[in-house]
Nanobody, 121 residues
Framework: VQLQASGGGLVQAGGSLRLSCAAS????????MGWFRQAPGKEREFVAS????????YYADSVKGRFTVSRDNAKSTVSLQMTSLSPEDTAVYYCAADVSIFRVSKTPAYWGRGTLVTVSS
């Protein structure tokens, strides 16, 4: 299983950014997918997750209403649309996959390499 996140960069506060994760795995639709982030000096935290068929999404309270997770099972990709970004969203964002019916667990089975998002004030 390989997960490759992309789309990070520098954005001003209030701006938007879209992250993408390309997955290389058999039966992508059998995996719940998710996003985590790790800010400098902090522990990695859950951001968002989406069920295998995309029917439900889960969000951390800190991003609810601002971030949207989606997936395209035909293309084996998962995306994270981020809006109304603030400096507190600055972190390395990681894509993750888990063999789960619902959401990814706190310790997903598979991690991708992160992509850095920097939000300037």
């Amino acid at each position: 299983v390989q997960l490759q996140a992309s789309g990070g960069g520098l954005v001003q506060a209030g701006g938007s950014l879209r992250l993408s994760c390309a997955a290389s795995m058999r039966s992508f639709s059998n995996y719940a997918m998710g996003w985590f982030r790790q800010a400098p000096g902090k522990e990695r935290e859950f951001v968002a997750s989406i069920m295998r068929k995309g029917q439900n999404q889960y969000y951390a309270d800190s991003v609810k209403g601002r971030f949207t997770v989606s997936r395209d099972n035909a293309k084996s990709t998962v995306s994270l649309q981020m809006t109304s970004l603030s400096p507190e969203d600055t972190a390395v964002y990681y894509c993750a996959a888990d063999v789960s019916i619902f959401r990814v667990s706190k310790t997903p089975a598979y991690w991708g390499r992160g992509t850095l998002v920097t939000v300037s004030s």
